[in-house]
Each structure stands twice: as structure tokens, then as C-alpha cells.
């Protein structure tokens, strides 16, 4: 009998190679667990049998002539449906793609591919990533798998509830304001969000591209590390990414002397804010855990933390607006009705568009689009640059002092389902400790640390640009903590 629930990337990986189990067996065991738990869940926006089982049987075909096989050749993963695998849907949520079918593989499905992992089917998210709740869907709601009236977070809701009620092995998702980290933390696993550039966003539908970051989901660390090493490196079709110089041991074999060397950073700006007394309390208990390593700590001081979240809701609806300008309804997908009933091309946009885009994709291309207009662009957009950028001195003074930051993930742990729909504003404050890392494009990592009447609660570690390592090390030693 396989248990899902014990399973990580490396001990799936062991029990292949020693043939405990085919990677068949494995696969068929997900389906079967998804069939029966997805229906309460709703993380899957489409499955993916025949191909999954396919790839399986190429694992377990390498497994039989004895060659040796990648980490993660045959485990079953999750993948966000803003990132394209050929000729399987790739509809980010939206209505406006949901006849959109993905040509070519992203860079990091094509690398997750040549490892021979195992593609279960696409998940659900916010529309076009836009949200903290994955209520923003055009197609379905997602649910906490520890609580099915709350929310599972957002965007990346749909990979984390996949994971969490182990559906999927591991999973990669997309991080723009905090959309793997905020919904790891609500549902109690791992996620990752990348130094921008570390990974390659080609394949990936763009919401604002100088803040997206692919990266993955998992249960434990180790999990995420294995992932992350396999996804990481420069692409020629993405000038933004490079090839950084990391050390594979450290990312996946942490030593302990190398942890116990690293100073922690707590920023005052970080606890001031209103955050529940459950939330408060979990964070002191994991400093404590780390104080009792020997691990130093020093506080320190983010001054411009108080503008993060105005300068994030200004730039990124302006890159939304650009990047969402090609959605017009022709060139990914065609919608019939609207085409038959257009007297003219401005009538075809307006159907188009109108249907298909909702209300959260308005809202922010219009905002995205007054930003930029004539007349506000230095006023908005141009000063929240300068902003950006007095956030990012403000990191780099800290990273003089300390080697790592910790800080929550989000005030509160998973909302009821519905709670903050009718007002913007107060969702966009669930991002107030996550969105400054997309801005100034650091690392980041959300693991869990304890639970508030079974809800998990979740904690940051942020890390030096393209110090993943550091990190994902003291990441993986805090869990040996118990």
C-alpha cells in the first residue's frame, strides 16, 4: 500500500530506484487520490492521465535497463495554469483563454521534462495571477484543504491545495506580490519565491514582468531545494535571467556550520503592524527555536517598509495594463460569439474583452492604464520607481548587518471563503509583509511553524540576492528542530 502522506521527493525517489514501487503504480496512485479528494478541494483545473502515465512508464523503462535515473524522474507535480506545457491548456483562470491551448513548453517545464517528472494536470489561481484568495477564478473556487470554508490564498492556490492534500508530490507556481509564499502559508508547506532572474520566466503568462518569479512548491525544504536546482540557470530566452553561481551542495546538503555562521534580521517595521495575537505568538516560538540553535539575531531597521504597498499597487497594474494588452480575443484564442456579433473591430474588442476579462483584471488594467496616462505618469508611475528604489537601498544597508531576515508571511492565517471579496483594499493588505521582496527581487521562503485552531501559520526567511542557499539551508535544519 502506498502512503501519499509519507512521501517526499527523495524518499519517492529511493523506493523507485530500489523498485518498492514502479513509477506507474505512483502516478495512478495520484489520480485515484485526486479523483476521490479534488471534488471537496478544487485545485485542478484540468487533468492530464494519458500523458502522466506515459512519462511514468519512461521512468520506469530507465529504471529496468539500469540506468541511473534524476531525483526527479517520476514524481508526480502540480503545475500553475499560467505556465505553458505543450498542447495542454494554459488558461490562467481567464475566460479570455480558455480555448488557448500552449504550443511549447516553458523553460522550466522543459528542464522539470528532460528530469522525466511526471505532469499531473494544471491548477486553479486567481485570473491572470491577480488576487490573494483564488476566489478571482473564472472557473472554479479552490479550498483550504485544512479547512474547506477558508480560502486556500492566492494566487497560487490551486499548486499549494495540491500539494498540502497530497495530490501532487511538489508543484510550481508563480510569485508576483507573495502568490507561493501567502498560499504555502495558509496551507501549511513550502514555497519558494526565487532571486528575479534566477529562474527562467520564458513560458510563463506575463502579469508584471519585473516583478514575476516561477518557482516551486513542496512539503518539505528539501523538497523545494531539489526543485529549485533543477529549474534554476540561465536562458537565452529570457534576457532577464542569468546564470548565477551556485553551489549545488549547499543548496540541497546544507552543512551546519555554514547555518549556525548566519546572523538574522528582524525589522521592526515587521512587527508593528496589526497581526493576529495566534500569528504573534508563532513567530516569537520559531525565534526562540532558532535562538536555542545558536543562531544570532540582530534587529534591524527597513525605514520605507511603510510605502511598499502604495509603490506595488502603482506598478504593477501599469505593467498589467501593458502586458494584458494582447489579450484582444484573435491572436490566442477566438471566442465565435463575440465574433459574429461584431459590427466592426472596436465592437469585437468590446465584446471580447468586456466577457472576457473579470473584475479584478478591469480593476487593475484600469488602474495599470491612469497610472501611465498623460498627465499622472510622473506623478504615480515615476515616483514609485524612486520609491522602488529607496526600498532596495533600504536591503542592501540591512544585508551589511545580517545575513538573512526573518518576518512573518501573512497578519492573519487562511479567511473564510467570501470574507474579503467586496473590498479590494482590504485583500491587497494580506500581501503587506511579502509584496517588498518582488519589488527589490530577492529570495524568499515560507515554511510553516505552527497552527491556530488547525489553520497553519507561516513564517519568511529572506534572503541575499542569488543566496538561495543560505535560506534554503537554515530552512531545512529549522524543520530537524521538530
Do not use: W
Amino acid at each position: 500500500m502506498i502512503n501519499l502522506r509519507e512521501l517526499t521527493i527523495k524518499n519517492l525517489h529511493d523506493h523507485l530506484v530500489k523498485k518498492s514501487f514502479t513509477a506507474l503504480e505512483i502516478t495512478q496512485a495520484y489520480f485515484s487520490h485526486i479523483k476521490d479528494s479534488d471534488k471537496n478541494i478544487g485545485a485542478f483545473l484540468s487533468l492530464h492521465e494519458e500523458q502522466a502515465l506515459q512519462s511514468a512508464e519512461k521512468t520506469d523503462l530507465r529504471i529496468a535497463a539500469g540506468e541511473n535515473i534524476h531525483t526527479l524522474s517520476g514524481t508526480p507535480l502540480a503545475i500553475k495554469d499560467n505556465l505553458l506545457v505543450k498542447n495542454l491548456p494554459a488558461t490562467a483562470a481567464s475566460r479570455i483563454l480558455e480555448k488557448y491551448t500552449a504550443s511549447y513548453d516553458a523553460t522550466v517545464i522543459k528542464k522539470l521534462r528532460e528530469a522525466g517528472s511526471v505532469f499531473l494536470g494544471k491548477t486553479n489561481l486567481d485570473e491572470f495571477a491577480m488576487g490573494s484568495s483564488t476566489e478571482n477564478s473564472a472557473f472554479k473556487l479552490t479550498r483550504n484543504p485544512h479547512d474547506t470554508k477558508k480560502v486556500p490564498g492566492g494566487s497560487s492556490g490551486g499548486s499549494a491545495a495540491a500539494v498540502a492534500s497530497h495530490m501532487a508530490l511538489g508543484a510550481l507556481g508563480t510569485d508576483t506580490g507573495g502568490s507561493i509564499r501567502q498560499p504555502a502559508g495558509f496551507c501549511g508547506i513550502t514555497g519558494l519565491k526565487p532571486t528575479y532572474g534566477a529562474v527562467s520566466r520564458f513560458g510563463a503568462i506575463a502579469m508584471a514582468s519585473s516583478l514575476d518569479q516561477i518557482g516551486p512548491f513542496g512539503k518539505t525544504v528539501e523538497d523545494v531545494a531539489i526543485l529549485f536546482n533543477t529549474i534554476r540557470g540561465e536562458d537565452p530566452y529570457d534576457a532577464t535571467s542569468t546564470n548565477a553561481n551556485y553551489n549545488e551542495q549547499k543548496i540541497i546538503n546544507p552543512k551546519l556550520e555554514d547555518v549556525r555562521k548566519l546572523r538574522i534580521g528582524l525589522p521592526k517595521e515587521y512587527f508593528t503592524h496589526q497581526m493576529d495575537p495566534e500569528v504573534t505568538t508563532a513567530i516569537e516560538s520559531t525565534i526562540d527555536k532558532l535562538k536555542n540553535f545558536k543562531i544570532e539575531f540582530k534587529e534591524i531597521s527597513l525605514p520605507h517598509t511603510e510605502y511598499a504597498l502604495a509603490t506595488y499597487y502603482i506598478i504593477m497594474p501599469a505593467e498589467v495594463s501593458s502586458n494584458l494588452a494582447r489579450f484582444d480575443g484573435i491572436r490566442y484564442a477566438r471566442r465565435e460569439k463575440a465574433l459574429a456579433g461584431a459590427k466592426n473591430l472596436e465592437d469585437f474588442y468590446r465584446e471580447e474583452r468586456g466577457q472576457g476579462f473579470g473584475a479584478e483584471a478591469k480593476r487593475r488594467i484600469i488602474l495599470g492604464t491612469f497610472v501611465l496616462s498623460s498627465g499622472y505618469y510622473d506623478a504615480y508611475y515615476a515616483k514609485a520607481q524612486k520609491v522602488r528604489t529607496l526600498l532596495k537601498k533600504d536591503f542592501d544597508e540591512a544585508f551589511k548587518e545580517v545575513d538573512v531576515i526573518l518576518t512573518p508571511v501573512s497578519p492573519t492565517t487562511a479567511f473564510n471563503i467570501g470574507e474579503k471579496t467586496s473590498d479590494p483594499l482590504e485583500m491587497y493588505l494580506s500581501d503587506i509583509f511579502t509584496i517588498t521582496v518582488n519589488l527589490v527581487g530577492l529570495p524568499a521562503l515560507s515554511l510553516p511553524t505552527g497552527y491556530n485552531a488547525k489553520l497553519p501559520i507561516g513564517f519568511q526567511l529572506i534572503g541575499k540576492h542569488f543566496r538561495e542557499e543560505d535560506i534554503l539551508g537554515l530552512g531545512q535544519y529549522y524543520e530537524k528542530l521538530g
